[in-house]
């Protein structure tokens, strides 16, 4: 479930306490307090077979002598009764209920089941939605709905709050009250037995009164519903999110290094950004996040420029933005010589702008002026220390009425006024005057770079990939075949030799390596190179070779590789007896001077499946720690973006006259080994380390391959559902030409637009009902950067590399989070009807919609579109008009699924 019957948890027409209480600071006591006292509209029914009344309102003593039904019951009673009350309300016809009561995982006696799966069990035949257990409750200010033991009320407001821990919940809200912050929502979620982060975020992003999205996150349940319910919200609104464990207390052992490197935090920190939610480390932070975000504009770069009147607390904000890997514009000369004709010659002349001490008002609105006339800075933090010759009040009127009069359009503004009380009346200036404001200069840089993180966020949802040529075509059968091998013989890893057969399969370079049994074969096969080897050990027992000796480099001869392979077989006889040897690996030396060496690699986590890892590689790996992770499947802009939060990603750009490495090279290196691990669910973890790479491209030198027995077939481990390339279809034309019906892909935005350009007038008048001019790139990059687990297009366009085709006729359809209904939309291009394309792709989307489970297509067609209406007539769409839009007309077509009656 999802947003089903959400309705009636957070906006119920009435309400029933169950263990409503007069024990003074019960949690009964509490919880009918807050309802009867929040301002709800509604009857409130306690529920106790112990009082006769409560706060003065008649008390009933079960659920079946309750004078109606609510729509919300909120349960707080012993937990062996948990169950049985749920499954009453929900027969009776409640559809929400948020249970408070805690110590649900235990078993009844005599049961093979938790009282909580006897709870759910109870609850979903009849879409009851349940926030709980083990909850503090939840709390609606802006509809009077206090449902929670909360020791105090919080303000209205429009942010929505979300955390598991009830005593968070509490926390904020007390912090939150000092300082006039008010709330649209305020959830806790408990153990999230159903209700969970994804089902809120799906919620609260289509919430009007819920302007930002603010999150306490400490795990997550059902990662695919949580990323596309979190990619939807953040494209409408701010989501910021606290992540609390960041520090494990200890890593398990791991065989691959990727196992080791890929900690539960740093995976959730790649999910976080893919799904564009802004990530801070503290309440504190999370709610100066908000407030920077409410009051300015998001800036287009990340260049600023301090102003300050202290040459010290420049220093101070300069420092802090370089640790946040900020960037410091860099003033034009035109800005040089507009503030050298309005400051003292002693004046700093550089970013940042120091105006010297004795600075008044004037001195920092002629400033700032100049500053916001520079094309190159886009943002500007005005700093201010107390002294004994200036006014800091009129400093800050000055930047107050300065950006009155130049508008803040073009830049970010941000102020620091130092000090306590005399800077009181300057913080308060700014807040009226709706400019944010910190107390010191490193909150204030923090806080410029939440605007720069949550903006390259955006970016990146809406950012368009390159096209990439298809190049290869991955050789599937093939690696399932070494896969279902390596299984068969209840082996947990694939040779040396197995493992490059498979990154050869998918078209990454790797170093021919052959396989000797004995040293004497060793010999043979080195003198057959006739150049230095490498030899390494093969032992499905021993996971890191060189740290047994078991690997020898730039052997020179047969003699040499004999003696290489006789001594690993007695360090290995001595260090690690049981271990099983079938042999050695025996490949070329690869020489690529200066050639970096880096790591690609691949590990399943708990929560979010599988995840790709790039960094620095070699034998320090974990020394250098030096890494990012991302979610496949990956494209070209998704795989530079994870290589570029490493060091080594800057080296690999080129330093010192040295040549940047291929980075087009090591990017689809990450991309196919994405798309390995989306088609066989049988890889477990995986390391391509080193994989050298230089201007040349790239070659991996070693591989390890860990393999599993498959839980979960085809792609239903990943966290993004990745392209469906099983609806991919030829379609052959009345006129003999063949056309290729696929889904749309990132890449296509180009084409897309072309398409849109060949459209005519009319033709977007039917299908948008207003005339559009264009079709922006905000536009169009919704249109193909789909989640293809809500959403679906399909577009007929020519065989080819995506976004470089023609596209003839696009089919799409949105679905609600729960699956139930979608709204369709079709359009073919004017010189392509009378084919019957319009019809193959309604056809074609209305079975994808059977193969989903979608229960209902439907759409609004204008009703001068008489093509449209007689196409779906003959789909079996119903019609039927729409009283508040006399022009439209909604067509419904009802989908019978399996086990529908």
Known sequence: MSIRNLDYLFKPRSVAVIGASKTAKSVGDVLSRNLFNSGFDGPVMPVNPKHRAIQGVLAYPDVE???????????????????????????????????????????????????????????????????????????VPGGGLNASFAHMAPEKGRLAFVAQSGAIVTSVVDWASSRGIGFSHLVSLGDMSDVDFGDMLDYLANDRETRAILLYVEAVTEARKFMSAARAAARTKPVIVVKSGRHAAGAKAAASHTGALAGSDIVYEAAFRRAGMLRVTSLEELFDAVGTLALTDVPHGNRLAILTN??????????????????????????????????????????????????????????????????????????????????????????????????????????????????????????????????????????????????????????????????????????????????????TWLSEVEAKQVMDAYGIPVVPTRVAETPREAAAIAAEIASPVAVKILSADITHKSDIGGVALDVSGPAAARTAAEGMLERIKSEQPDARIQGFSVQPMVRRPGAYELI???????????????????????????????????????????????????????????????????????????????????????????????????????????????????????????YPKELEETIALGDSRELLLRPIRPEDEPALQAAFAKLTPEEIRLRFFVPVHTLTHVTAARFTQIDYDREMALILTEPGIAGTTDIFGVVRISADPDNERAEYAVIVRHDMTGMGIGIMLMRRIIDYCHQRGIHEVYGDVLRENETMLKLCKALGFEQRNLPDEPDLVRVTLKLQQQGDS
């Open 65 to 139: 002598s309750l004078p109606m039904t609510p729509d919300l019951a909120v349960v707080a009673t012993p937990p062996e009764t948990v169950p049985g009350i749920i499954a009453q309300l929900a027969e009776a016809g409640t559809r929400a209920a948020v249970v408070i009561t805690a110590g649900l995982g235990n078993q009844r006696e005599g049961s093979d089941r938790t009282l909580t799966q006897e709870m759910l069990d109870a609850a979903r035949p009849h879409l009851m939605r349940v926030v709980g257990p083990n909850c503090l409750g939840i709390l």
């Open 310 to 491: 202290g040459g010290g607390i420049g220093v101070m904000a300069t420092d802090a933005l370089i640790d946040h890997d900020g960037t410091l514009a860099e003033l034009s000369d035109e800005t040089i010589a507009r503030l050298d004709g309005a400051l003292p010659s002693t004046w700093s002349r550089g970013n940042p702008v120091d105006i010297i001490g004795d600075a008044p008002g004037q001195r920092y609105a002629d400033a700032l002026a100049a500053l916001h006339e520079d094309a190159g800075v886009d943002a500007v933090l005005a700093l201010n220390c107390p002294t004994a010759v200036a006014d800091s009040l009129e400093a800050a009127q000055a930047i107050v009425e300065t950006a009155r009069d130049q508008g803040r359009h073009k830049q970010a503004l941000l102020t620091s006024w130092v000090g306590d009380r005399s800077a009181a009346a300057s913080r308060q200036l700014f807040m009226e005057n709706h400019i944010p404001t910190y107390e010191t200069p490193e909150d204030a840089i923090r806080a410029f770079m939440h605007l720069v993180h949550y903006r390259e966020s955006q970016e990146a949802l809406m950012e368009t990939p390159p096209s990439v040529p298809e190049d290869y075509t991955p050789e599937v059968d093939r690696v399932a075949e070494i896969l279902d091998q390596a299984l068969a013989e209840e082996r």
């Open 600 to 722: 690609v690699g691949m590990t399943e986590d708990q929560q979010f499946g599988p995840v790709i890892l790039f960094g620095q590689g070699g034998t320090a790996v974990e020394v250098v720690k030096d890494q990012a992770l991302g979610l496949p499947p990956l494209n070209m802009n998704l795989a530079l973006e994870t290589m570029s939060r490493t060091r080594i990603f800057h080296q690999l750009k080129g330093y010192r006259g040295l040549p940047a490495a291929n980075m087009d090279a090591i990017a689809m290196t990450l991309i196919r080994v994405g798309q390995l691990v989306t088609d066989h669910a049988a890889i477990a973890e995986l390391d391509i380390n080193p994989l050298l790479a230089d201007e040349y491209g790239v070659v991996a030198l070693d591989a390890r391959i860990k393999v599993q027995k498959v839980e979960q077939p085809g792609t239903k481990r990943l966290a993004i559902r990745p």
